[in-house]
């Protein structure tokens, strides 16, 4: 006589029972969600506003007094910033004293089984065998990697950035607090390079994020995206998380 893996019966009963009873599961907290979309935000203006600091594609006609483009540009990409830095501080904050899909534990594969299981949930994500996959209500493993990555990428944006804005006001406090980076790094022009390529990294990762969610609520109707605004999502009593505290 042959079984069926667990996990595999727990994807079909998924699939096939759509009358199913349904819970309902708190995943995220006002500030994580506010932060989520702050930071969504954050990075596409920087990127937008950045690369035309880097390079201008665009510029009015006549003496640059007379139109200020640039300066507006310089404006808004330090506002952002600024929104970025906000935002980051709140989601740090939670990682401290969330509920434990918002924790650092959230973003940090510290259990055996999570390693155990990545190599299944890296299969799901090329379409190999995706009904063997293990089931998450917060962040599976690859995901976790991958967000500590991103916010790790995101402060070190941050601090090359203040290092690069303190540049201009030698002696004032963001040249005192962060001009050491500039030293550590090899200096400014290796500085604003790096700066640069870790533009691109978020340039990629935007809309393969957005792909994989979307699909992901496409093909298993997990309302992960509708999460980030609710806060949560029903799930099916008979399906078993990894996660499940």
């Not at 935002?87 to 004293?97: D, K, P």
């Not at 090329?126 to 995101?154: C, D, K, M, W």
């Not at 963001?174 to 790096?194: A, C, E, Y």
């Amino acid at each position: 006589m042959t079984t069926s893996s667990p996990i595999a019966e727990e994807h079909t009963l998924h699939h096939h029972s759509p009358q199913c009873k349904r819970r309902w599961v708190i995943l995220w907290h006002l500030p994580v969600r506010f932060s989520h979309w702050l930071i969504g935000i954050g990075i596409v203006a920087l990127i937008l506003t950045g690369f035309y600091i880097g390079k201008p594609y665009f510029m009015s006609s006549g003496e640059p007094s007379s139109h200020f483009f640039m300066g507006w540009m310089r404006f808004l990409h330090f506002l952002s910033a600024a929104v970025l830095v906000a935002a980051i501080i709140v989601r740090v904050y939670w990682l401290f004293i969330g509920n434990p899909y918002e924790t650092w534990r959230s973003l940090v594969p510290y259990r055996k089984k999570d390693w155990a299981l990545m190599w299944q949930v890296i299969k799901k994500y090329v379409l190999i065998y995706p009904e063997r996959s293990p089931h998450y209500l917060g962040h599976n493993p690859l995901q976790q990697i991958s967000y500590t990555a991103l916010y790790a990428l995101i402060i070190f944006q941050i601090l090359s950035g203040f290092a690069m804005y303190g540049v201009a006001t030698p002696g004032g406090f963001m040249h005192t607090s962060f001009g050491w980076i500039n030293s550590l790094l090899g200096g400014i022009q290796i500085v604003r390079f790096l700066h640069h390529v870790a533009t691109w990294i978020f340039v990629i990762f935007i809309p393969v994020h957005i792909y994989l969610t979307v699909r992901a609520d496409a093909l298993h109707r997990e309302g992960r995206v509708s999460s980030m605004i609710s806060g949560g999502r029903f799930v099916c009593d008979h399906m078993e998380y990894v996660d499940d505290e």
